[in-house]
């Protein structure tokens, strides 16, 4: 697979991250992150595995927090495969960065977070 292939991979899974936390579907979200995916969300904590990341998102989404767009995005290709998203980011209700999201290509040809860090820096 060539490293376009992999980064459009990539993209399409942050795209149905996005479609799936801006149609309140928290299953949708965690379904984009490898089951030992760690997603370190500050100043939230620490959530280890796709159904503490499910019980993380699903408790956002009940807040009432939607419409999240992304800016300023950069894709780097890591050394250990995949690639490395770093971006701003904003919601109905809040903002941040996202520090170092680590996108792999998984057995079954989609991408998803092997690792997450993103930080919300104030609300709205």
């Not at 990539?10 to 928290?26: E, H, L, P, T, V």
């Not at 299953?27 to 280890?48: H, N, R, S, W």
């Amino acid at each position: 697979m060539t490293d376009n292939n992999i980064l459009a991979l990539c993209k399409a899974g942050i795209s149905a991250w996005q479609k799936a936390f801006n149609n309140q579907d928290a299953a949708g979200c965690a379904a984009q992150y490898t089951e030992d995916c760690i997603m370190q969300a500050k100043p939230l904590g620490v959530f280890k595995g796709r159904e503490e990341i499910l019980a993380c998102w699903q408790n956002i989404i009940a807040q009432g927090f939607s419409n999240v767009e992304y800016s300023n995005v950069n894709w780097e290709a890591d050394e250990n495969g995949g690639y490395i998203l770093t971006s701003e980011w904003k919601m109905n209700k809040a903002f941040g960065v996202v520090h170092r999201e680590h996108w792999v290509v998984e057995a079954d040809g989609k991408a998803r977070l092997k690792s997450d860090s993103f930080e919300i820096l104030g609300e709205k």
